[in-house]
């Protein structure tokens, strides 16, 4: 495996070094280290090294998260928590259960709002004084407001925002009800899909990261947000993989002059959402007409009813694009996606679990009465237990996120008294792979397997009666050791759906075709690639860390 670059070559790959530059770089540098030092507190918790102080650990931090939390592991080894500094800004992180539990609880000390207002302002875009609203609504994403630390001067309720954005995602997306419904939309759309693929006929030449990254994307994003969203722009798909390269990016607001493309790759995603917007009319709800389910212009609810809420309060239409865009068309695609290209390249890639998994999918399909086809019951398929289990282990090992929180008011925590403002994460990156919690003899937590979450259990056949063994899925960690939709009241409230979303494409395609791996290639022009697929380490992070190969099959529609 390659080294890590230096600083300096780090350094000189995003940044031109001028004189001038590294004249007002060491100048401000230099200020930074005395004011924080000045203002450092005694009960600090141990420190991250930094080869070049309040400079490097930062740069790393936002362009190289791999190496960084690397470091970071080696020294969580050593102690329950670890502080560094991004900027001006005291950063900690933390990986025990009780951290991270504590990191999940609602708590006057501890509050998820201030990433979120990062990711308004800088991956959404939106106008400086929208922002404000949600800075200044502290009444919380619940129906009961929090006593408010921002009162209005004349004494009404402040306006709340961040309980009618809850509100509109926990109704649309996380009830099992209208969960179902966007579920059975996406298995259309997908199936439709597929349908291009003639039967009994061999196709030669597929690649599973390719094809999933155009066909997937095109069924979720025509679920979510109707077909014009394609219509209008359509090389949306180029667009937006092209976005999700540098999304993390974003988050921190790096200044144009660092971080230049990736600020251009966000207007053009946004002018996608933008353009959708600016012809799309909202059905009438005077008149009693409005449709409540999935409809062509708007797809489904929760697309409707986020943009009409943003709309309606008179956010600026930048504030508009960016929440469609981040949301709804990038939230839909962005994790998912990759997870299932991860799921499939397991399953494909040993042939005994392919077979066992095509079994196991038969057992969740139905006879739709009205055509008297298959179909697939999602209730069953979701419940399958050895899918789940390559489901949750997919998840496990390729989910990086770090959960963020702000500390609002000074909190012990680890025995070290966290400073106000500062900002707490949990590295799913470390914490999904920690030996002691998911390790077995024979299958480390560094690999993939299988049947990491099933435990066999005896039962008895209704119509035998007879005793047989058979495979249960089982979550017997802690909440606190696996988090890939983050915790708390800030839980990503679309993970139902992306469940099944991710679910039914596998159980979809293992069913539908007979397939045959054939090869690893390289992404960039699609040649042998002399090893199988890792985490792509530009994207750990980030949230789903797509693999840095594709897969090369063929297939054979078989119905």
Same mark, same amino acid.
């Given at each position: ?73 080696? @020294? ?315 489901? @949750? ?167």
């Amino acid at each position: 495996m390659a080294s890590s670059p230096s600083p300096i070559e780090l350094l000189e790959r995003y940044v031109t070094l001028t004189p001038f530059n590294i004249s007002l770089a060491v100048a401000g540098f230099v200020f930074l280290f005395a004011f924080i030092s000045a203002n450092s507190n005694r009960n600090h918790a141990p420190a991250l090294k930094d080869p070049i102080p309040y400079v490097w650990n930062a740069f790393q931090y936002m362009t190289d998260q791999s190496a960084f939390l690397n470091r970071v592991r080696d @020294t969580l080894r050593r102690h329950p928590i670890v502080s560094f500094h991004v900027g001006p800004m005291k950063f900690y992180m933390v990986k025990s259960p009780k951290s991270i539990q504590a990191l999940f609880k609602t708590s006057p000390s501890i509050s998820s709002d201030k990433f979120m207002h990062m990711v308004f302002e800088n991956m959404m875009n939106f106008a400086p004084h929208d922002v404000d609203r949600f800075v200044q609504d502290t009444t919380g994403r619940l129906a009961t407001p929090l006593p408010t630390s921002n009162p209005r001067p004349d004494g009404k309720e402040p306006k709340r925002y961040w309980a009618p954005y809850h509100r509109i995602l926990h109704d649309n997306l996380f009830r099992a009800s209208e969960t179902n419904k966007l579920g059975i939309t996406y298995q259309r759309l997908f199936e439709d899909q597929l349908a291009r693929f003639k039967i009994g006929e061999w196709t030669e030449d597929i690649k599973i990261r390719e094809f999933l990254y155009r066909d997937m994307f095109t069924a979720a994003t025509t679920a979510f947000c109707g077909p014009r969203m394609l219509e209008l722009t359509p090389d949306l798909i180029d667009v937006f993989w092209r976005h999700h390269e540098i999304a993390a990016s974003l988050v921190y607001g790096l200044p144009k002059w660092l971080n230049k493309r990736a600020l251009d790759l966000r207007a053009q995603f946004h002018a996608a959402t933008r353009r959708f917007l600016e012809g799309a009319e909202f059905p009438d709800t005077e008149t009693g007409t409005e449709e409540k389910g999935w409809d062509e212009v708007w797809g489904s609810p929760a697309n409707r009813e986020l943009c009409r809420f943003f709309k309606k309060e008179g956010f600026e239409m930048r504030s508009q694009a960016g929440v469609m865009a981040v949301t709804n068309v990038f939230g839909s695609n962005a994790n998912s996606i990759p997870i299932a290209v991860w799921m499939m390249m397991h399953v494909v890639h040993d042939p005994a679990l392919l077979a066992q998994i095509r079994e196991e999918v038969e057992s969740a399909f139905v006879i739709d009465p009205a055509t008297g086809g298959k179909t697939l019951d999602i209730q069953n398929m979701v419940a399958l237990p050895l899918l789940q289990s390559v489901y @949750t282990e997919s998840l496990r090992m390729h989910m990086s996120i770090n959960v963020t929180r702000q500390v609002l008011e000074p909190v012990m925590m680890e025995g070290y008294l966290l400073e106000k403002g500062a900002i707490i994460q949990g590295p799913a990156e470390i914490v999904h792979y920690e030996e002691d919690t998911w390790g077995e003899e024979g299958h480390p937590a560094c690999e993939f397997w299988a049947e990491r979450h099933i435990k066999y259990i005896e039962e008895v056949d209704e119509k035998t009666g007879e005793k047989k063994t058979v495979k249960q899925f089982t979550m017997s960690r802690r909440a606190a050791d696996l988090f890939p939709y983050g915790g708390g009241v800030s839980m990503c409230p679309g993970r139902f759906f992306a469940k099944q979303e991710m679910m039914m494409t596998v159980a979809l395609l293992v069913s539908r075709f007979d397939i045959e791996f054939i090869e690893w290639t390289n992404l960039e022009d699609g040649s042998k690639s002399d090893r199988p697929a890792q985490n792509h380490a530009k994207f750990i992070g980030g949230a789903a860390v797509p693999p840095d190969r594709d897969m090369r099959v063929r297939w054979k529609r078989l119905w």
